[in-house]
Structure formats: structure tokens, C-alpha cells
């Protein structure tokens, strides 16, 4: 039925056919391409075209891809907005203490700017700032080889605009990525505006130390005048600041300051704007900042306060604040000398005796100081706020060591435990790990209470105590206190992960108050630049919530108050009132630590080294937290408390001197109804002194400070018109007692 020879005979042939018309397409393809074939030096170039646009198609690719990061730093509303607050900080009462933040002034247009300070920039920055497209890669190729030439970093290849792209868009980090969206930013301005707007937003934006932005805002921080009258020295020593000015900052270090203004003269010879004689009387002649320290300023406090200001304003829209705080000016000043005078006592035997080492291996503390609500009076970060200003009393995190148990023992009680339950001093095991108590025993074996544990700061009932009650629930215990960061571990209850003092105070604060979260606050009001209340904590803060009952509060106070009184903490005892607490020594003596309260303040000490390195007194021995720490926990405790009308520690009976005040008090106000607590003696002396006289004495203060080199001050006028003065020569009068620490008696 199926002609099967025809069938194949038709496949053959066809397939044939197919065949030979492909070879004629083929070989009619070859020869047309024949025609364009290529040799010698024709086919190299075209190989190379070929392989060039091959490579620039993938490279035009990459370059769009790598923008977009770029390009995504823009906020194309509002990028040439500020984004730092400017925020002027009072005291409690009121009176100006200082300012952080931005130091802006950009009203001076471009026109009015010395020729000598636009020449000097450009000089020493960029040079052929008129002639490239943003990026000069033959200043960029030059800079290169000096570099290599040099083996160090001599010179940049950053035009003025890739400087502004960075001070605009993008953070300080030194990294590829942030140098690509540098250039492609740079394309941008430059694509943008013009070389003038540029040169002024660069001359407007660029950094020049003391948290002042632009040359007028600098002129005016250290000269004291605007930049519009500058001199050739003065204008070489600030454009001497923008390479690094932390580092060339006249006030950081004068001489190095100057070496670096010569060195902006010798570029403006070299880049032919001046000739050698025309700077030569700039460099006899060198600028002369003015003296704008002020050694009372309570840095640390302000630093903290600023923080505080990032989290809790949100409107951006007005960045110029005014904020009243919570410092108490003259605790500020006790904190710092009981830190200054207590350290030096401590370590001056072994100072001596020993060469001067590098700073972050020196001796250093931490203190902060609050009420029982969390409003805090006083912080130290450091013992020298000009070497470092590293705040370590709100971002060290440094391990707590066995202050850390009196949350361990807290849980225990909130779980059933009372501060009279006995506990077994013996070995306990977690893993291969046993705790050893600080003689190097695993445990008596001798049965005590809860309490005698904590005075003798026992390491083996307290690891014993966590794995009963569980070291999850210890964990949730202090993160409901604001403590973050703790993990269980073993040794979790010998305090074995690091927390800011700041943090730790904090915990404290709610046994202090009968156990309520205190969660550390620094900011009261808040204004913006039209007077508007932006931020205020009694209006805009939730009323603090119960972390743990009365109860538990009131037994652990009974049982730190046997730190103190016959404990570890016995250095830390105050004649006048109780004072409980704890102390704490992390391993090998890195960390000391006391923290502590009485009545009305909460303060916590801090002792150690930056560098982690261990903390010896004279003699050898490991600093403890019963040794320097309670030390200076008691110096300045002893002379923080103004009035003995100190509220009762919850659990504790009121202090015999406390019981007299309350009594005196009682009578004070059984003679006179509108008797008000509180108002010292001064006080009410104050009220028979004239305006007139008040002045007069406080000059007379002030002049004998002068005279004594405890105060700097200028004295003011003496001319102030006998009905008062102005409300502002008032208030600068004020701010000048404060911080000199007078008193009209």
C-alpha cells in the first residue's frame, strides 16, 4: 500500500537539495565577507575598536549601576539643608551653661569675602578648581605619584567639589564605596551650579573645628571677628583648618597651628597669587586666636544632653534650639574634683615611680549622678575632657563584675526568695565552670543568709541563685530596668557582660524608688528658634511605670545597707544619712566599681583603664570597687547634699540626723505657715541685700578669684545703673557665679 522505495528516493533528493543550496548560501556569504576582510595594521585596529566598545558597553553599565548609590544619598527637596541641631543648653534654673551642635553662618555672600581668603583656599585645596568638570585627574595622577614617591600620604587628589559632595551627602568613613559616590556626586554639583555657587557652599559647608561651619562662623570663633576683616595670617591659619581641624586647630595646638598657616603662605607663592614678599610680613606677623576656653564647662553633660536632643526632637524642620536641663552646676563641679583629686591620690605613689605611659593606658573614670526620677545633676565621662571625649560614663561598656548581683537577688525575691532565706556557700557547677569566691575558694559549705551573701559579695551563692530562678528571667528583669545587652551566660550573675555606668544608675535608681523604671533623662524643655515649646517632659513623657514591688525594693535596700555599713562597701559611709550600694571588680582587676544612693541621689563610679589593661593601687594590690571608687563615691556624695532634709531609703528607718531636720522643719513651720522647705539661710539674707550691694559683692567674688587663679573670667562693668541692670547683664552675672562656684552670704 506504501510506495516505500519512492518515499526514500523523494527524502534522499530533497535532502540533497537542501544540502547544495546551503553550501551556495555559504559560499555566496564568503565571498561577500571576503570583501571586507582584513589584514595587517586594519585588522589590529578593528580588533581593537572592537574590543573597546565591547568593554566601554559593559564599563557605561557598571558606572550606572554604581551611581545609583549615589544618586540615592540625594534628597533632591531639601539637600542643601543642615541636618545637625544648634542647640543652646541651660541649667536647671535657667542660666546659659553651653552650646552644641552646629556653629552656621553662611550670610556673608561671596562678594564680600577677602580675595586672600578665596586665593588661600584654592591654593592649598584646589587649584585648578576653574579648569575641571569636578574631578581633576591630572591634580588626582600628580597627588599619586608624590604619595608613591613619598611612601605616605603628602597630598590629596580631592577637588573642592568632591569635598563638598562628601560635607553634603555622604559621612567621613574612609572606604571604595564612598570615594565612587564621591566622583559621581561631584558630576552632579557640577552639572548643577556654578563654580561661584560651589566655591561658596564649600566656603559656607567645610568644617573648621569648634563645631563652627564656613569661614564667617570660624572667623567669629576664633578671632572674634568677621571674615570680611581678616588678615593674610589669619586667613592662611583657616585655610590652614580644612585639611584636618582637630589636628591644626589653634587652640588644640598653637604651634603646629602656625607651621600649618606657613605652609598655605608658601602655597600661595607657589601657586603665583603673591609673591614671597607680599607674605613675608604674614609670617612674622601670625594670627592670634582669642582665648575662648572655658575650663568649668560641663562638657561631658552637654555631649550627653545633645544626644538626647537627636533622639527626642523630631520635628526637623528648625534646627536652632534652646534647652533647659537638668544639670545642677555646682554638683558638676563636685563630681569632677572628687574624680580629679581622689584619682591622683590613688595613683600619684605609682606615677611617680613609673615613666609617663600613653593616655589610653592611664587610669580613668566614669560618674554619674542622678535623682530618684532619673534627672540627672552631674556626669563625668573622663578625667580629661580636652585629651579625649569619649564619654565613658554613657558608651563604655564595661563589665559590672558583683554589682551586678543586686539584680540577681532581686528576681530571687521576686520569685519568693526574702532577704532572710538561707543559702548554701558550696561549689556549684555550670558545665565545666565553678565559680570561686574572691578568697579562691569554691565555697565554705557553711550555710548564711541571702543578705550576709550580698555583704560579703559571694560569687558562689549568687551563680547558684541565677541557675534556680533562671538567668532569662534575671535578663528580663533588667531589661525591664533599661539594661540592654546582657546574655545568659554562666557567670551572668558575677556581671560578666559589659553596660554603660549610665545604664547601671539607672537600676539602681529604681530600688532608690521604691521600684519604679528611672529611666536617666537630661532635657526638660525644649525651644525652638521662635520660642515655641517643641519638647516638654512633663507634657510629651509617659509617667514611669513599676519595674518590681515596694517590697522587693524595700528588702534589698536592707541588704545593701550591710555593704555599707560592715561590708565591702564600708569606705563609702556617710555620717549624716544612709547610704546603701554595692561593689563591683570584674576579672583581673580591669573594672571597679561603686554604685550606690542615699535618700535623694542615685550616683555610680566607675574605674578603669581604656585599653582593658588591669588597675593596680599603690603597693601592688588590684583596685577593688571598696577601694577608689567608694572613695570617691564618698567625696562627693559627702558634699553633694546642700540640705539634711534627705528623703528616707525605702525599707530603712529614717537617719538620726534626718529625724532632727524633719523636727526643726516641723517647728520652722509651725511659727510660719508659708515656711517654705528648702530655702537656705542665704536665701532669706539675700532678700534684706539691695540689687545694688548684691553686685557689688559679687564683683568683689569674682575679683578675688581673678586675683587667686580660680576664675579667667573678665570682670564686668562696674557702671550697671543702680535700679538692677539689664535682665541680660542679670543673667551673665549669674552664669559668671555659677560657674565660679560664689555664693552671696
Not at 578669684?705 to 570682670?715: D, M, Q, S, T, W
Request: aromatic fraction near 8%; hydrophobic fraction near 40%; charged fraction near 25%.
Amino acid at each position: 500500500m506504501i510506495d516505500w522505495l519512492g518515499l526514500d528516493a523523494w527524502i534522499d533528493s530533497s535532502l540533497s537539495m537542501i544540502w547544495g543550496k546551503i553550501k551556495d548560501r555559504f559560499n555566496a556569504t564568503s565571498s561577500f565577507m571576503a570583501r571586507f576582510r582584513l589584514t595587517g595594521w586594519r585588522r589590529v585596529a578593528n580588533e581593537l575598536a572592537s574590543e573597546a566598545l565591547t568593554l566601554g558597553t559593559g564599563g557605561i553599565i557598571l558606572m550606572y549601576m554604581l551611581a545609583i548609590p549615589a544618586f540615592k544619598e540625594i534628597d533632591e527637596k531639601n539637600w542643601l539643608a543642615m541636618d545637625q541641631f544648634s542647640v543652646t543648653f541651660q541649667d536647671k534654673d535657667g542660666n546659659v551653661i553651653g552650646k552644641r551642635g552646629i556653629n552656621l553662618n553662611n550670610a556673608v555672600p561671596l562678594e564680600e569675602i577677602p580675595d586672600v581668603m578665596i586665593k588661600a583656599t584654592l591654593a592649598t585645596e584646589d587649584r585648578r578648581f576653574f579648569e575641571h568638570i569636578g574631578v581633576d585627574f591630572l591634580g588626582t595622577f600628580r597627588a599619586l605619584v608624590e604619595n608613591i614617591r613619598a611612601n605616605d600620604v603628602v597630598q590629596g587628589g580631592s577637588t573642592l567639589t568632591q569635598q563638598l559632595a562628601k560635607n553634603l551627602f555622604l559621612s567621613p568613613e574612609r572606604s571604595i564605596v564612598r570615594k565612587l559616590k564621591e566622583v559621581y556626586l561631584s558630576f552632579w554639583l557640577e552639572a548643577r551650579l556654578t563654580k561661584r555657587q560651589i566655591l561658596k557652599l564649600y566656603l559656607d559647608r567645610a568644617y573648621m573645628g569648634g563645631g563652627a561651619f564656613g569661614v564667617e562662623a570660624a572667623s567669629q570663633f576664633y578671632f572674634g571677628k568677621s571674615v570680611r576683616d581678616i588678615n593674610m595670617a589669619e586667613a592662611a591659619l583657616m585655610a590652614g583648618l580644612y585639611k584636618a581641624p582637630t589636628k591644626y586647630a589653634p587652640h588644640v595646638n598653637l604651634p603646629r597651628s602656625r607651621a600649618r598657616a606657613n605652609e598655605v603662605l608658601s602655597n600661595l607663592v607657589e601657586a603665583g597669587y603673591y609673591s614671597a614678599g607680599q607674605v613675608y610680613n604674614a609670617r612674622l606677623n601670625p594670627a592670634q586666636p582669642v582665648d575662648i576656653r572655658d575650663g568649668e564647662s560641663p562638657d561631658w553633660f552637654l555631649d550627653f544632653a545633645y544626644e538626647e536632643i537627636q533622639k527626642k526632637i523630631k520635628d526637623k524642620r528648625d534646627f536652632v534650639l534652646t534647652a533647659r536641663t537638668t544639670i545642677d552646676v555646682p554638683l558638676q563641679q563636685a563630681a569632677e574634683q572628687a574624680v580629679s583629686s581622689q584619682l591622683s591620690t590613688s595613683t600619684r605613689r605609682r606615677s611617680s615611680k613609673r615613666k609617663r605611659r600613653r593616655r589610653s593606658s592611664e587610669i580613668t573614670s566614669a560618674l554619674v549622678s542622678m535623682e530618684r526620677d532619673g534627672a540627672v545633676r552631674a556626669i563625668v565621662g573622663g578625667t580629661d575632657y580636652g585629651a579625649s571625649q569619649f564619654n565613658r560614663a554613657t558608651h563604655a561598656k564595661r563589665q559590672p563584675g558583683s554589682s551586678f548581683k543586686v539584680y540577681v537577688y532581686a528576681k530571687a525575691l521576686e520569685s519568693g526568695y526574702t532577704s532572710r532565706s538561707t543559702l548554701r556557700d558550696s561549689g556549684v557547677r555550670c558545665g565545666r565552670w565553678s565559680p570561686r569566691n574572691y578568697n579562691g575558694s569554691y565555697g565554705s559549705g557553711s550555710r548564711i543568709s541571702m543578705t550576709d551573701a550580698l555583704r560579703r559579695s559571694l560569687n558562689t551563692t549568687a551563680v547558684a541563685i541565677s541557675l534556680k530562678v533562671g538567668r532569662k528571667d534575671v535578663i528580663d528583669l533588667t531589661d525591664r530596668l533599661g539594661i540592654k545587652g546582657i546574655r545568659p551566660s554562666c557567670s551572668m550573675a558575677l556581671g560578666d557582660r559589659g553596660i554603660t555606668p549610665i545604664e547601671h544608675v539607672g537600676g539602681y535608681a529604681s530600688f532608690a524608688n521604691g521600684g519604679f523604671r528611672a529611666a536617666p533623662y537630661a532635657l526638660l524643655d525644649v525651644y525652638n528658634s521662635q520660642g515655641e515649646l517643641v519638647y516638654s517632659r512633663s507634657r510629651d513623657e509617659p509617667k514611669p511605670k513599676r519595674v518590681f514591688s515596694r517590697t522587693v525594693a524595700e528588702q534589698m535596700n536592707q541588704m545593701m545597707v550591710t555593704v555599707v555599713t560592715s561590708g565591702t562597701g564600708r569606705r563609702a559611709q556617710l555620717d549624716f544619712t544612709h547610704a546603701v550600694g554595692k561593689t563591683g571588680t570584674s576579672s583581673s582587676y580591669r573594672d571597679a566599681w561603686f554604685m550606690g544612693f542615699t535618700g535623694r541621689y542615685i550616683t555610680g563610679v566607675w574605674v578603669g583603664r581604656d585599653n582593658f589593661r588591669p588597675v593596680y593601687r599603690s603597693g601592688g594590690r588590684g583596685m577593688t570597687g571598696g577601694s577608689v571608687p567608694a572613695a570617691i563615691w564618698q567625696a562627693y556624695m559627702s558634699v553633694a547634699h546642700k540640705s539634711m532634709d534627705i528623703p528616707t531609703i525605702p525599707g530603712l528607718e529614717p537617719h538620726p540626723t534626718q529625724v532632727i531636720e524633719q523636727q526643726r522643719l516641723a517647728a520652722l513651720r509651725a511659727q510660719n505657715p508659708n515656711f517654705v522647705a528648702g530655702a537656705s539661710n542665704a536665701q532669706e539674707a539675700n532678700k534684706l541685700i539691695s540689687d545694688q550691694t548684691k553686685r557689688a559683692l559679687q564683683r568683689l567674688n569674682r575679683a578675688l578669684k581673678v586675683a587667686a587663679g580660680i576664675a579667667v573670667r573678665p570682670l564686668p562693668q562696674p557702671d550697671a545703673p543702680a535700679d538692677g541692670g539689664s535682665k541680660k547683664a542679670k543673667q551673665r552675672d549669674q552664669r559668671a557665679d555659677l560657674r565660679s562656684g560664689g555664693r552671696v552670704q
